[in-house]
Nanobody
Framework: QVQLVESGGGLVQAGDSLRLSCAAAGRAVGMHAMAWFRQAPGKGREFVAAINWSSGNTYYADSVKGRFTISRDNAKNAVYLQMNSLEPEDTAVYYC????????????????WGQGTQVTVSS
């Protein structure tokens, strides 16, 4: 069993920053890729960022490039999402996801998911 627990969401104003954390527990050893997705009200879940656990290579959605940074801490089995210059359009529930295979931006290819953390950006 793999558990992913997100934290760090909240209510901020446009232009502010937030840092999301995702702690992996249980049988999390051997994860190859971890990613962040988000889902806004009335919309589907969309890719935000991903990181290759061993190489550290990162991938971003065009909408967040230059504003968001994904990183990992191997010793803590944790992945982070630093979000700067937040916009009202970033309002969503943010989910952490993991898989034991190559990094992908496809929602359906991640078998392990956290419960989500709400990020609300006011204008």
């Amino acid at each position: 069993q793999v558990q992913l627990v997100e934290s760090g969401g909240g209510l901020v104003q446009a232009g502010d920053s937030l840092r999301l954390s995702c702690a992996a527990a249980g049988r999390a050893v051997g994860m190859h890729a971890m990613a962040w997705f988000r889902q806004a009200p009335g919309k589907g879940r969309e890719f935000v960022a991903a990181i290759n656990w061993s190489s550290g290579n990162t991938y971003y959605a065009d909408s967040v490039k230059g504003r968001f940074t994904i990183s990992r801490d191997n010793a803590k089995n944790a992945v982070y999402l630093q979000m700067n210059s937040l916009e009202p359009e970033d309002t969503a529930v943010y989910y952490c996801a993991a898989r034991r295979a190559i990094t992908t931006m496809n929602t359906q290819e991640y078998p392990y998911w956290g419960q989500g953390t709400q990020v609300t950006v006011s204008s």
